[in-house]
């Protein structure tokens, strides 16, 4: 023990007193942590060991720990076996529920499924395990897509589209009316009827069975006179040159025309079975016959609603049955032909109106083209006509395939992250290369630059779409509709003005001033045709973009005023349709082209619907009249095809039931001043009968219309397949010297 003495004198004893240290005091040793969280180690705060953290949790944030330690010592090695273990049976027993869960669902019947919730039942109903709420706090959520469950082709069996369709939309505007009508609507009576299920009915008249409903023959073989001559065939495709070939460029013409010939090489009469030249004639059939007025033009607004097995849409589907056929000889062996067969068959299922069959077989041409292997970049040993032709190919399909998911809000198919394939060139060089004779635009401009700009659009829409379905936020906000805006805007910027359709009075392309259009009098058609499609895609791609927005509230609780997202969705609506007015009621551009009509409908019910919302918006009569306008331009195309004209007589049917809610919203003095602005044109009735559904020119939106009723007269005939050829030019010779008179502001 140390010790200390203290001298004194030599005579004086020393005494030696003994000094103890004082005790040492045991400090509590610090808990340490193996390492901080990410937001506490970027805030240099201190973290404890909890999952997830104090600080974490008192903010409300996610916490998570993305460079763990390992285990550094054996004690750290036991601890984090037994964490494993422990996880592992966990796992386990959430493996076994999710077997059973499958094994009930399984077991219920089809019509009782119900729209996704957005969390797993297991975990939103407070049942799931610690580990998974643990997953949930330290892992981002994909939100799970809102939707409707809904019929729309007459049949008992529902199917399922996504918060971004036309459909979900027309649901929530069907609930709106439903509530403040104080009446039981079927949202399925709000679409018009279409001739898609009788795509693959029979081709002949079938008798009535004792319920009065059409039955089709156990076996309906297509007769081979059904088919088109050889001349025929030639005009159809003809057509095609001129019209989807400038729009879906993934046929090289020269290879097709030397492909098509041969077909014929040894027998004048009956060509030999093709696939593609089945496919591409069926396509063009259905395009030409959609030019031209039907014999139910004539008839009154319901009667030309009534579809029959002549309707145009579905012209030219013995070829397209054929096609199918001949198809299902390739499924293990694809190449580059069924690939573009594919494609074109899903477009001419759209055109029909047929969506589901349509994103089937888009996902049918998916999953070809990775089995051929487009998603990866050509080979350097190939020549550029080929390689181009790949790529042309593959972007063709992707932007298909990226509208189609939009359009019906179902998940994309085909992901960046899988793709190496660069973007297509439009080069002159490359132009010539494929065997076009179509002239250069000036500025390095080709007719292929339309294509490459339009995948650049979709892309840009894409990335905008994703950004707001696939984040964290619910509801629409002034950041969602920035990064659309921006994300457009810098596509809109790269825009070649060869490809702009021109303004009278200084109007702006691409923008919603509603100026009228400048249409290049002596341009190709198929020019012409590609800018317009081009700015009306645009506008059609902001409108399901921004119409999110759209707020229904209660009918007590009624927003007044539209925010800036929810104008901006229904000034690209108002000039959508302005566009297509002029355009369908001055020139031929258009006309067949059955894609824009749906484009057309699209907007008209996103303005009923924004009418509906915002009652009182300085907008609302603008865009109530340009409901007027739509009415007219889809009852244009209804003299063609009967979808069009039933899509008419709902839009038109909407408005009245628009206008009386108008009406009680404003009161009697402000009905009298709308009406002096809006100018509806509809006939005048009391509020009674409105509120009885008792309509002078329409029928109740839930009563069945007129071109819903199943006792309509029976279908007639055949489709007449040898068509007068003379008929079908009757737009070839359109006098365009007035195509801009009358529509300058």
Same mark, same amino acid.
């Given at each position: ?260 010939? $041969? &077909?014929?090489?040894?027998?004048? !009469?009956? #060509? %030999? ?6 496919? /591409?004639?069926?396509?063009? +059939? ?94 350097? $040993? &190939?020549?550029?006509?080929?390689? !181009?032709? #790949? %790529? ?6 992707? /932007?298909?395939?990226?509208? +189609? ?341």
């Amino acid at each position: 023990m140390p010790s200390s003495s203290v001298s004194a004198s030599p005579d004086i004893p020393q005494l030696q007193v003994p000094i103890v240290a004082p005790p040492r005091v045991r400090q509590r040793k610090r808990g340490q942590v193996a390492r901080a969280c990410d937001w506490c180690r970027v805030h240099r705060i201190k973290c404890d060991s909890d999952n997830p953290c104090s600080n974490c949790k008192n903010r409300g944030g996610q916490c998570s720990n993305s460079g763990a330690m390992k285990a550094a010592t054996l004690p750290h090695a036991y601890r984090e076996i037994e964490r494993l273990e422990q996880r592992v049976e966990e796992l386990e027993q959430r493996v076994e529920e999710l077997e059973q869960e499958k094994g009930q669902d399984a077991e219920k019947p089809v019509h009782q499924l119900q729209t996704p919730i957005s969390l797993p039942r297991s975990l939103s109903d407070g049942q799931g395990s610690k580990t998974g709420e643990q997953d949930l706090a330290t892992s981002r959520l994909k939100r799970v897509w809102e939707g409707i469950y809904i019929s729309t082709t007459r049949s008992p069996q529902k199917t399922w589209y996504g918060s971004s369709s036309l459909f979900y939309f027309i649901g929530r505007i069907d609930a709106f009316l439903a509530a403040a009508l104080q009446q039981n609507h079927l949202a399925d009576r709000m679409f018009p009827d279409a001739a898609s299920n009788l795509l693959h009915g029979p081709t002949s008249a079938a008798p009535e069975d004792q319920a009065g409903l059409l039955t089709p023959p156990t076996d309906d073989p297509i007769d081979t006179t059904e088919y088109l001559t050889s001349t025929q065939e030639e005009y159809f495709l003809s057509l095609f040159w001129q019209s989807y070939y400038t729009s879906y460029p993934i046929l090289d013409e020269l290879e097709f025309k030397k492909y098509y010939r $041969s &077909l014929w090489a040894t027998n004048d !009469e009956k #060509r %030999k079975p093709s696939a593609l030249a089945d496919i /591409v004639i069926a396509l063009c +059939m259905q395009y030409g016959m959609a030019r031209l007025p039907s014999v139910e033009r004539g008839l009154d607004a319901t009667s030309r609603a009534n579809v029959s097995n002549t309707d145009a849409t579905i012209a030219g589907r013995h070829y397209y049955r054929r096609c199918q056929t001949l198809l299902s000889a390739e499924l293990e062996s694809p190449t580059i032909s069924t690939l573009q067969c594919h494609i074109l068959c899903s477009i001419y299922l759209c055109c029909a109106s047929s969506h589901n069959m349509a994103d089937s077989t888009c996902s049918l041409a998916v999953k070809t083209a990775y089995t051929i292997g487009l998603h990866l970049e050509p080979p350097l $040993s &190939l020549p550029r006509r080929e390689s !181009e032709t #790949r %790529k042309r190919l593959w972007w063709t399909l992707y /932007v298909l395939e990226t509208k +189609m998911s939009m359009k019906l809000g179902r998940p994309f198919l085909l992901h960046d992250s899988s793709t190496t394939c660069s973007l297509p060139a439009d080069d002159r060089e490359i132009a010539m290369l494929v065997g076009s004779s179509f002239a250069p635009l000036g500025g390095n401009v080709t007719w292929l630059t339309w294509n490459l700009f339009n995948t650049k659009l979709l892309l840009a829409a894409r990335t905008a779409y994703t950004t707001f379905y696939d984040g964290a936020s619910d509801i629409f906000n002034a950041c969602n509709s920035q990064l659309i805006t921006e994300r457009l805007e810098d596509w809109l910027k790269d825009v070649p003005e060869a490809i702009k359709t021109q303004r009278q009075n200084n109007g702006v392309s691409f923008s919603t001033d509603r100026s009228a259009l400048q249409i290049e009098q002596f341009a190709p058609l198929w020019l012409q045709r590609q800018r317009l499609l081009l700015e009306l895609m645009y506008h059609n791609l902001c409108i399901t973009l921004y119409r999110p927005s759209i707020f229904f509230g209660s009918a007590a609780a009624q927003a007044p005023f539209a925010d800036g997202t929810a104008l901006k969705c229904a000034a690209h609506a108002m000039a959508l349709t302005h566009m297509m007015h002029q355009v369908i009621t001055s020139t031929s551009i258009l006309a067949g082209w059955l894609e824009v009509f749906q484009w057309q409908w699209n907007a008209a019910m996103t303005l009923i619907g924004f009418v509906l919302a915002y009652p009182h918006d300085d907008s609302t009569g603008a865009a109530r009249t340009t409901i007027d306008l739509s009415v007219a331009v889809l009852e244009n195309f209804g003299n063609s095809f009967a979808v069009a004209a039933g899509a008419a007589n709902i839009v038109g049917e909407l408005c009245i039931k628009v206008d009386l809610l108008n009406k009680k919203s404003r009161g009697k003095e402000g009905v009298r001043q709308n009406n002096l602005q809006l100018g509806t044109g509809y006939p005048e009735t009391n509020e009674e009968s409105l509120m009885n559904n008792d309509f002078p020119a329409f029928s109740s939106v839930d009563e069945p219309l007129g071109f819903f009723n199943m006792d309509a007269p029976e279908f007639q005939g055949v489709l007449a397949q040898s068509i007068d050829i003379i008929n079908t030019d009757i737009y070839d010779d359109f006098d365009l010297s007035g195509i801009n008179d009358g529509y300058s502001n």
